[in-house]
């Protein structure tokens, strides 16, 4: 059974910087694509950046280009979102999610291409 646990949101002044990681277990993720999404109330999940897992082939939406990065720690087959800069609108629930790669301009962004989530962790950013 595929898990991925996220940790390391809270809270943040404007400027900042915080650390994300979701750990992920219950199957092998070569071939796979390992994403950060993000939501706000009344808001659609959105894309935020994406890594695949061999390969090291990195997406990020051009909200967080320059300043979110994703990584990856083969040892503890984890990833971690590290957002610097950090901007108040950048606040949001951020999930960790996993899908197979697959091919065509832009399918990372899309929700549909990952079969799994985690439960999600909020990230504040005060002004």
């Known amino acids: 059974q595929v898990q991925l646990v996220e940790s390391g949101g809270g809270l943040v002044q404007a400027g900042g910087s915080l650390r994300l990681s979701c750990a992920a277990s219950?199957?092998?993720?070569?071939?796979?694509?390992m994403a950060w999404f993000r939501q706000t109330p009344g808001k659609e999940r959105e894309f935020v950046a994406a890594?695949?897992?061999?390969?090291?082939?990195?997406y990020s939406a051009d909200s967080v280009k320059g300043r979110f990065t994703v990584t990856r720690d083969n040892a503890n087959n984890a990833v971690y979102l590290q957002m610097n800069s950090l901007k108040p609108e950048d606040t949001a629930v951020y999930y960790c999610?996993?899908?197979?790669?697959?091919?065509?301009?832009?399918?990372?962004?899309?929700?549909?291409?990952?079969?799994?989530w985690g439960q999600g962790n909020q990230v504040t950013v005060s002004s």
């Open positions: 999610a996993s899908g197979r790669v697959k091919y065509g301009d832009g399918w990372y962004k899309g929700r549909d291409s990952y079969a799994y």
């Open positions: 219950g199957r092998t993720f070569s071939g796979y694509v």
């Open positions: 890594r695949t897992w061999s390969g090291g082939i990195t």
